[in-house]
């Protein structure tokens, strides 16, 4: 069993930056691939980011790309999510999530994702 613990979040304005952390527990973290989603008020969960377990790959949504990005350290058992030049439509809960499977692409459908975070509250101000 795995337990994700993001952190992070923040109310912050238009242009500004937040850095997104999670913190797994368990020996195996660093086979998993990781991922992060995100929910906004009374919409569907959206991928965001993921990352290999070997940090070879990484895959964003056209919304983030070239702003957001995603990065490990198996050392301390984190994946982080810095998050530049945040627009209005980038307020969210954001959920960190990992996969199991040994993949040598990370997977972007939420639902092949085994462990999940409690999420952390994202809120930019326009």
């Known amino acids: 069993q795995v337990q994700l613990v993001e952190s992070g979040g923040g109310l912050v304005q238009a242009g500004g930056s937040l850095r997104l952390s999670c913190e797994a527990s368990?020996?195996?973290?660093?086979?998993?691939?990781m991922g992060w989603f995100r929910q906004a008020p009374g919409k569907e969960y959206e991928f965001v980011a993921a990352i290999t377990w070997s940090r070879s790959s990484t895959a964003y949504a056209d919304s983030v790309k070239g702003r957001f990005t995603i990065s490990r350290d198996n050392a301390k058992n984190t994946v982080y999510l810095q998050m530049n030049s945040l627009k209005p439509e980038d307020t969210a809960v954001y959920y960190c999530?990992?996969?199991?499977?040994?993949?040598?692409?990370?997977?972007?459908?939420?639902?092949?994702?085994?462990?999940w975070g409690q999420g952390t509250q994202v809120t930019v101000s326009s």
């Open positions: 999530a990992a996969d199991k499977a040994l993949m040598l692409t990370p997977r972007r459908n939420k639902a092949v994702y085994d462990y």
């Open positions: 368990g020996r195996t973290f660093s086979t998993y691939a």
